[in-house]
């Protein structure tokens, strides 16, 4: 099951740049990296409804009461000024394994990973004598390969950490549907990062660092007309509003319509009020007879918006953490026409002398920079723009772009730092640049190209 950004194998599209042995090591040391969570939690203060300074402290307050009166810092990211930054403890080593063991689906086991707690739903076995309120072992069924409600399981899992569970397994297992809520509160995480399950909703919104580059490189402006073609679930839309002040008018486009529903909440529960959201596939968006009057709804006439965001649906292959490697070339392929048909409509709906940012949150070369020469050549009237701010590395080789072109794109590549280990001590001693330096490298894979539309002649 994949989310917008599905996965895929992205060994190939290394090679053309690298030659096969020195490609080999680089793909084995990015599927390390993916395979552990980015050394910090980053969250973006919802600059609409408070300070960043008052989140601040609020979230200072959260954070000793959840690590029990360790003291965590909070650093602001001096770039991006609406982003704050939150070191993740671990990996941990002395955590005490415990005999009664449950284990928890793949997406589950990521998200515990980022300082999530175990919701019932999430759990595909626990040992057979399991109670509520009993010490228990967590694992990820990294495979998919464990049967629901089994006893045991002897395949291939990876240890999260030691939590308390809310249920026993009868009540797990009982084949009641309904069964939402905590099934278990993770005590001693691997990981050591804040939960967020209801943290601040109004004021913060979890994204991972270049996530909230992004709108940052659009640079909207108040009063401005602004679409997002592949919008949900909302994290970049509602940045965008909250950049403009709430001035002007963003279009969210998403063609699933429980994410369009998931925009609307977001927007709602961050008190902005300029955005639209529209169950609409992005690549029918431009408007080519003149004949019906949609009113403002899509399909939209050609040049009619001065920014657009296209974070194109991708192979997800930058996301982290992620374990299982379930990457096929089938798949890989199936993405770049998508892309190009997006963008396609993007560059008919932008104005002349209008900004399109193209992002993905992936790694390979076939969905970023061969986008960027594609479009290039098919788009005349379009030129690259140098990015502000610049935080991630420039491009890769192997797509024939220049080292001028390559300078202006930014990609960011888990596996450019070594793993960090990080523990209260070294935190204590860490300085404020190198920490801030290692975030800005130890994020999710994730790529960013600026360009902006000539004059009509």
């Not at 990062?193 to 601040?200: A, E, H, K, M, Y």
């Not at 061969?370 to 797509?399: D, N, S, Y």
């Amino acid at each position: 099951m994949f989310h917008k950004h599905g996965k895929k194998n992205g060994k190939f599209s290394i090679v053309t740049a690298l030659g096969k042995q020195e490609a080999e090591r680089k793909f084995e040391t990015l599927l390390k990296h993916l395979s552990h969570p980015p050394s910090f939690t980053t969250v973006r203060v919802n600059t609409h409804l408070a300070s960043v300074q008052h989140v601040k402290n609020l979230l200072l307050d959260e954070l000793q009461k959840q690590f029990n009166g360790l003291s965590v810092p909070i650093l602001q990211h001096p770039d991006l000024q609406d982003v704050l930054l939150i070191p993740v403890i671990g990996p941990r080593k002395n955590i005490k394994k415990q005999q009664c063991e449950a284990i928890v689906g793949a997406q589950c086991g990521n998200a515990v990973l980022r300082g999530a707690h175990v919701y019932a739903p999430g759990i595909v076995s626990a040992s057979k004598f399991m109670k509520a309120g009993d010490v228990i072992s967590v694992y990820s069924d990294i495979k998919g390969k464990c049967k629901k409600g089994a006893k045991e399981f002897d395949g291939t899992k990876v240890f999260l950490g030691n939590g308390i569970s809310e249920l026993s397994r009868k009540e797990i297992f009982s084949g009641l549907p309904e069964l939402k809520g905590m099934g278990i509160r993770m005590t001693e995480p691997v990981y050591l990062s804040p939960s967020f399950d209801n943290v601040l909703p109004r004021y913060l919104f979890l994204q991972n660092l270049p996530s909230a580059l992004v709108t940052h490189v659009l640079n909207p402006q108040p009063g401005e007309k602004i679409l997002d073609l592949c919008a949900a679930p909302g994290g970049k839309t509602t940045h965008i509003a909250a950049l403009m002040h709430d001035q002007g008018e963003v279009i969210a486009l998403d063609k699933i319509f429980n994410k369009v529903e998931k925009i609307k909440q977001n927007a709602l529960l961050l008190g902005l009020n300029s955005i639209r959201a529209f169950c609409f596939d992005g690549t029918k968006a431009v408007k080519l007879d003149m004949v019906e009057d949609t009113e403002g709804d899509p399909p939209f006439l050609p040049e009619s918006f001065d920014r657009i965001l296209l974070d194109a649906p991708c192979s997800g292959m930058g996301q982290r953490p992620n374990m299982a490697c379930t990457w096929s070339l089938k798949e890989v392929a199936s993405y770049q026409p998508l892309q190009r048909k997006l963008f396609t409509a993007a560059v008919q709906l932008l104005k002349p002398e209008g900004v399109l940012v193209y992002s993905t949150c992936t790694i390979t070369l076939a969905e970023n920079e061969e986008q960027v020469a594609w479009a290039l050549t098919k788009f005349p009237c379009l030129q690259l723009q140098r990015q502000e701010p610049q935080i991630g590395g420039e491009g890769m080789r192997g797509a024939g772009l220049s080292c001028e072109q390559l300078k202006q794109l930014q990609r960011f590549d888990p596996s450019a730092v070594p793993l960090p280990d990080t523990d209260m001590d070294s935190l204590r001693e860490a300085r404020r640049e190198d920490m801030l330096r290692l975030a800005n490298k130890d994020s999710i894979g994730f790529f960013i190209a600026k360009f902006v539309k000539c004059k009509s002649t």
